[in-house]
């Protein structure tokens, strides 16, 4: 097949406890823009003026949108950031569980959970 039917990445679910809490989160501490709470109910980020979009579900099992390899958690979600440092000193100062950045050849990046365990990485 030389042509995909798909066009790109429309948007990408994270799996939530507490709907409101991390609402305000997802825009509060990451700046991300709060389209809609629908009534099924979904909360629907869009990030800048691209067109991906992060909805999150509220979910009452014990699940996450990372996974796992040798039982640790492994992000499935990566977002880039210009401006590395003073996000990840953002993140600190809100009382979010970062890691230490790290390099590989040039490349920055960190991981950090969002207050439902969800391993999140950011990178530049």
């Known amino acids: 097949m030389s042509k995909s039917f798909i066009e790109q ?3 990408i679910r994270i799996p939530v406890r ?6 305000r989160w997802y825009k509060d501490v990451l700046g ?3 389209l809609t709470i ?9 990030i800048n003026e691209g067109p991906f979009l992060i909805t999150l579900v509220p979910a009452e099992d014990d699940t996450f949108a990372h ?3 040798d039982n640790k958690p492994a992000f499935s979600i990566g ?3 210009p401006e590395l440092s003073e996000f990840h000193q953002h993140l600190i100062d809100n009382g979010v569980k970062v890691e230490e950045i790290k390099e590989d050849n ?3 990046y960190f991981n950090f959970y969002d207050p ?5 990485q950011s990178h530049w």
């Open 67 to 69: 996974f796992t390899i």
């Open 18 to 23: 507490d709907l409101e809490q991390s609402a």
């Open 9 to 11: 990445v429309h948007y």
């Open 79 to 81: 977002f880039t950031s």
């Open 106 to 108: 040039g490349h920055a």
């Open 38 to 46: 629908t009534e099924d109910p979904f909360a629907i980020f869009k």
């Open 32 to 34: 991300l823009q709060l």
């Open 116 to 120: 439902n365990g969800n391993k999140l």
